[in-house]
C-alpha cells in the first residue's frame, strides 16, 4: 500500500521563527488535507489541497502531486502552535480512504 | 463546514465489558464513515470503513468481532469494544467525508481506558 513519510519527525522552535514540514508519500493520491492534532486529540483541518498552494493566515501550503509531496509552511511560530501536525492522504482506489503518514511533533518555545 | 460529533469523549470501563462509542454527522447525510485507532505518540491507524445499510470493511489485522461496527442510519455510526481488555486502551476517532467540500471532518476522539 501507500506510504506517507513526514519529516522533521520532531522539531523545536523559538516562537517567532518560521518553518517548513515536509510530507511524501510513494503513489499518486486523489487527495491530501493537512491536519493539526491538539493536545486533547482534536483533528484540526488546516488545508484540503490536492495540488497547489494555498494560504491562510500564517500558514500556508504546497502541494507538487506530479512528485509526490506536500509542504506545509508555518510563519512567525507562536506557543499555541505546538502539537502534531499529520498530512493524510486518499489512495486512488475509490474507497475514501485516508491513510495518515508518520507526523511531525512540534513544540514551540516562548 | 461539516460537523462530526463523536461520544463519550472519555471512558474508563473494566475488563471484559463492553463500550460503545457514536459518533454523529450533524448537518450532512454520511453514507461512509470511518473509525481510525491512534496508540500514545503515533500515527493514526484505519482500522474500518462503516457503510450505511451494509457491513463494515476491516482493515487487516483488525478483529472484526471484537470491533462491532454498526451504520444504522444516514448520521450515525457505532463502534462497540467488546470483551474489553487493557491492551484496547487508546485513542479512538471517527471521520466521515463533507458532501460539499470533499475534504474529511473528524469527530473529536474517545480515550478509551480498560482497568
Known amino acids: 500500500g501507500i506510504q506517507v513519510e513526514q519529516s522533521p519527525p520532531d522539531l523545536i522552535l523559538q516562537e517567532g521563527a518560521n518553518s517548513t514540514l515536509r510530507c511524501n508519500f510513494s503513489d499518486s493520491v486523489n487527495n491530501l488535507q493537512w491536519f493539526h492534532q491538539n493536545p486533547w486529540g482534536q483533528l484540526i483541518n488546516l488545508f484540503y489541497i490536492p495540488s497547489g498552494t494555498k494560504q491562510n493566515g500564517r500558514l500556508s501550503a504546497t502541494t507538487v502531486a506530479t512528485e509526490r509531496y506536500s509542504l506545509l509552511y508555518i510563519s512567525s511560530s507562536q506557543t499555541t502552535d505546538s502539537g502534531v501536525y499529520f498530512c493524510a492522504v486518499e489512495p486512488p482506489s475509490g474507497t475514501y480512504k485516508y491513510i495518515f503518514g508518520t507526523g511531525t511533533r512540534l513544540k514551540v518555545l516562548a | 463546514g461539516a460537523v462530526v460529533s463523536q461520544h463519550p469523549s472519555r471512558v474508563i470501563c473494566k475488563s471484559g465489558t463492553s463500550v460503545k462509542i457514536e459518533c454523529r454527522s450533524l448537518d450532512f447525510q454520511a453514507t461512509t464513515m470511518f473509525w481510525y485507532r491512534q496508540f500514545p505518540k503515533q500515527s493514526l491507524m484505519l482500522m474500518a470503513t462503516s457503510n450505511e445499510g451494509s457491513k463494515a470493511t476491516y482493515e487487516q489485522g483488525v478483529e472484526k468481532d471484537k470491533f462491532l461496527i454498526n451504520h444504522a442510519s444516514l448520521t450515525l455510526s457505532t463502534l462497540t469494544v467488546t470483551s474489553a481488555h487493557p491492551e484496547d486502551s487508546s485513542f479512538y476517532i471517527c471521520?466521515?467525508?463533507?458532501?460539499?467540500?470533499?475534504?474529511?471532518?473528524f469527530g473529536s476522539g474517545t480515550r478509551l481506558t480498560v482497568v
Open positions: 471521520s466521515a467525508r463533507d458532501p460539499w467540500q470533499g475534504s474529511y471532518t
